[in-house]
């Protein structure tokens, strides 16, 4: 029994954050997750670089995932300099291991962090940066996908055989959450998730 | 010794020192926050990381010890870029206010600022929203500006008050006490060690806003006399004013306490009940007068009454004024009757004993002494002695009573403190006699044996290298048997010292006023003398006027006895005279004056030299080799005498202290305390 309460305090280790680290396809995202669970999980709490570095790499994460006002070049060097001043500064194997992981994710893909602060995901995770938009020339206006959002974000009218002239399916971007069940529903696969700035072919998410 | 290369420079440093010790020695000073000297280094803050030669990553200077041949580099570059890294951090939570700060100029964190050219953070500005705690006039506690260094914490908790604790974790732990209540509400003794340590202005003393800044004050070193302590302050003025005080032995020093009536006290000096002027007590009332009126009345009183003057003073004048009043009194006035308050409580004998280093001692026995920091009775020793235990010095408690202290106590031996001693006697005696039957019948026997407390006290005994016994003056006589016997032993003969309750009863003592007439309880009384003359702040007299015909009073404050005196006179208090001390351990100490008296108070040796040039015979003032002179005692060799505890001598030291102090008690915010505890306990 309290090998299991024990079990639970000592928090993930380190293999189990990086597995689900993976599950995140942008690299922001899961830098973001890791010092997320840096946080939440036990520490001394008393080291400077630990305790308040990451505190800071977290604002600037966020900053960057969400496109907030303020974000610049700058918070990619600072999160840089956090990292590498935790792994040569901090106490433990933690604080360590957790300065590596984000200079490995920052150093293999340095250029879609840039482009977060153009306000692109190229993974097409961060919510802020994406859209899902319904591509008119595969909708068949079955309504399955309004149906399906909880947010009553998609208007159109469902096509019935005897109306001539339809409402084209729209996604209103003010409501939508990003949640995906619009996606999972639809038949053709016409409902695409775009990031702002760049735009790519249709992905069809299964 | 161990040879090491710091930046190139040779250091020889002693076996054991950090890296940071070693470092200042060679002048180089290694940044860090949350060290403190004399305290094993913790390693939180990570300012304090070198790189030593054929060691891949950087390790911290405060917790590792110099090894011979160690090359230390303090300043490559990844170094300083954590450093400058973890400044920025800080500054990036911490109100950037040096303008106002009452910290600019003694500030670590403004200082590495400024090395590490830091003018603003580059990180996202933080604040912590906790409010400031200034609800007591002594110390204010103001989270805004803590770094989280823990030097507080460290410090509360190693002296035994324990009132000072994280809560929380990471950037949004908060230094404070037990369930966040203010401070009067915790155990907090308002001692000030916390204050003293703080690297920002998160913990300083109340008062401390627009009293000017670090660099307008003038310090100096000086000892407070309140109590038989005697500890080191610095007293920093500023325009002929005392701003503050703090304790003033070095840093990392065992010894650096002050309790809050040293550090606070000082309000007294510019309080009511201060005597400005010489008064004559005319229809009941009294008056103010010239010096040269008081002079004259005083001197034809002393030349009328000739013998059968009575002179009494209390133990917190100075060696000088000591000296100078026993010339006075035997020369000129020709006179037996002197005598002290020391009398209340320890016979001349014990005080007149030798030194005793309580810094080397690794075992700490006391006999009958009750230190204690809460009721401000000899709180330094207290201190002190739960420092070394925390460091690995034993304690040995002989009480009858239970003193608080004893909860740090390696043994303790509860009991009519005379029959104990002679019981530790007794066991020290077979426990030696025992090993020289039988050595190896120690090693084997001993873990299966339960060894009663004496044996274990006995075992202590044998163990240790440097013994310092402190006993209440009245079972000196009885301590000082236990080295008798240790020396018969061949075991380490103990220190023993007699601990007075005042702060200069043994400079008193040794300058000579000691009685040869009657004793300080029958003047006091009235007994057998015409004129009364008392010196200082005369302790435990209810208001009640002595029976005498005539009675003068020397005093800087106007005490309940001076209201009922024929003569008042106006001294110089103690932060405004020059002069030394004894302290309890032996040591001549030197007391700096730090601020003028009032223009018509003097200091007591001037009074007498005026009285005596009055009364025909000059005395010159002491010289520094009159004063050595007459601290040289002739060590003779103890001898053994009965294990009895002096009567006479029982004298309650809460009541003594609080009434030797009660002018300054009652004329400073220390009095805001008193009402408090009032409060608390109706």
Redesign the interface.
């Known amino acids: 029994m309290s090998e299991e309460i024990l079990a639970e305090e000592k928090g993930k280790n380190l293999e189990e954050i990086k597995k689900e680290a993976e599950n995140k396809a942008c690299p922001v995202q899961r830098n973001l997750y890791f010092i997320e669970e840096f946080i939440a999980g036990p520490m001394c709490g008393r080291g400077y670089p630990c305790a308040l570095g990451t505190q800071e790499a977290k604002i600037r994460l966020l900053r960057i995932s969400q496109h907030l006002e303020g974000v610049s070049p700058s918070d990619v060097e600072a999160i840089r300099r956090i990292a590498s001043n935790m792994i040569e500064g901090s106490f433990c194997k933690k604080g360590k291991d957790t300065g590596r992981f984000v200079i490995e994710t920052l150093a293999k893909s340095e250029d879609d962090f840039n482009q977060h602060i153009s306000g692109a995901c190229p993974k097409k995770e961060c919510i802020n940066l994406i859209e899902y938009v319904i591509n008119p020339e595969l909708c068949i206006m079955c309504g399955k996908c309004q149906e399906s959002c909880k947010y009553n974000a998609i208007v159109g009218e469902k096509r019935e055989l005897y109306l001539s002239g339809y409402l084209p399916f729209e996604i209103r971007q003010k409501r939508c959450t990003r949640c995906g069940e619009c996606v999972k529903v639809c038949p053709t696969g016409a409902i695409e998730i775009i990031t702002t700035k760049i735009e790519e072919e249709v992905v069809s998410n299964k | 010794m161990v040879k090491l290369k710091i930046d190139g420079k040779e250091v020889q440093a002693p076996e054991g020192m950090n890296i940071i010790d070693a470092a200042e020695l060679a002048e180089i000073h290694i940044p860090n926050l949350c060290y403190l000297k004399g305290m094993k280094g913790?390693?939180?803050?990570?300012m304090c990381?070198v790189e030593i030669e054929g060691m891949k990553?950087?390790v911290i200077a405060c917790n590792t010890r110099v090894k011979d041949g160690m090359v230390v580099n303090t300043k490559t570059d990844?170094v300083q870029?954590?450093r400058k890294?973890?400044i920025d951090?800080?500054l990036?939570?911490h109100p950037l206010d040096c303008m106002t700060c009452t910290k600019a100029g003694v500030c670590n964190l403004q200082k590495y600022a400024y090395d590490f050219e830091l003018k603003e953070s580059?990180?996202?500005r933080?604040k912590s929203g906790y409010p400031a705690d200034a609800a007591n006039p002594f110390i204010k506690r103001d989270p805004e500006y803590c770094i989280?260094c823990?030097r507080c914490v460290r410090v509360c908790k190693t002296q035994g008050t324990n009132v000072l604790d994280f809560m929380?974790?990471?950037?949004i732990?908060k230094v404070t006490t037990a369930n966040d209540k203010p401070l009067q509400e915790s155990e907090c003794t308002f001692c000030g060690s916390c204050v003293d340590v703080c690297p920002v202005n998160a913990l300083l003393e109340a008062d401390r806003w627009r009293k000017g800044r670090e660099w307008d004050y003038e310090k100096i070193r000086s000892q407070c006399l309140s109590c038989g302590n005697g500890c080191d302050i610095i007293v920093s003025t500023k325009d002929g004013e005392v701003a503050k005080i703090n304790a003033g032995a070095p840093g990392g020093s065992y010894e650096r306490y002050i309790c809050a009536i040293g550090r606070f006290g000082f309000d007294s000096l510019k309080s009511d009940t201060r005597v400005t002027s010489p008064m004559k007590r005319v229809d009941n009332e009294l008056k103010e007068i010239t010096w040269n009126e008081a002079v004259s009345i005083v001197s034809g009183k002393l030349k009328e009454a000739g013998e059968s003057v009575g002179f009494i003073s209390t133990a917190g004048i100075l060696n000088e004024d000591a000296l100078t009043l026993k010339k006075f009194a035997s020369d000129v006035v020709k006179t037996k009757n002197i005598d002290t308050s020391i009398s209340l409580y320890a016979d001349a004998e014990s005080m007149r004993a030798e030194d005793a280093n309580l810094e080397k001692a690794d075992l700490m026995v006391i006999v009958g002494l009750n230190p204690d920091q809460w009721t401000r009775v000899l709180p330094a020793i207290d201190a002190i002695i739960r420092r070394k235990v925390n460091a690995g010095a034993k304690l040995i408690v002989i009480n009858s009573g239970e003193p608080r202290i004893a909860s740090v106590a390696t043994v303790n031996l509860k009991g009519n403190e005379a029959s104990t001693l002679s019981m530790l006697a007794k066991t020290l005696e077979e426990s030696q006699k025992s090993k020289v039957k039988s050595p190896e019948s120690e090693t084997k026997g001993a873990e299966e044996k339960e060894t009663s407390p004496f044996e274990k006290a006995a075992e202590l005994f044998a163990k240790a290298k440097n013994i310092v016994i402190l006993a209440v003056p009245s079972l000196y006589a009885a301590s000082t048997n236990i080295a008798v016997i240790a020396n018969k032993l061949l075991l380490p003969v103990p220190e023993v010292v007699a601990v007075p309750i005042e702060a200069n009863a043994k400079g008193v003592t040794l300058m000579g006023l000691v009685t040869e007439g009657r004793s300080y309880k029958e003047m006091i009384a009235g007994k057998a003398v015409k004129v009364l003359y008392a010196v200082g702040e005369i302790p435990l007299n209810s208001g009640v006027r002595p029976k005498v015909d005539f009675l003068i009073v020397q005093n800087s404050h106007l005490t309940s006895l001076a209201k009922q005196a024929d003569i008042v006179l106006p001294s110089a208090a103690v932060l405004e005279s020059d002069g030394t001390i004894v302290d309890y351990l032996g040591r001549l100490k030197k007391v700096q004056k730090a601020v003028e008296p009032p223009e018509d108070a003097k200091t007591h040796r001037e009074i007498f030299i005026k009285l005596a040039k009055v009364l025909g015979k000059a005395i010159k003032k002491p010289s520094e080799t009159a004063v050595k002179k007459a601290t040289k005692v002739k060590k003779g060799k103890p001898s053994m005498g009965p294990f009895k505890k002096q009567e006479g001598f029982d004298i309650d030291p809460v009541e003594m202290i609080e009434s030797l102090n009660a002018s300054v008690i009652n004329g400073s915010r220390l009095l805001w305390l008193k009402e408090v505890e009032k409060a608390v306990e109706a």
């Open positions: 913790i390693g939180a803050c990570r990381l990553a950087p990844k870029e954590i890294f973890v951090l800080i990036s939570m580059s990180f996202t933080k989280l823990g929380g974790r990471g950037i732990s």
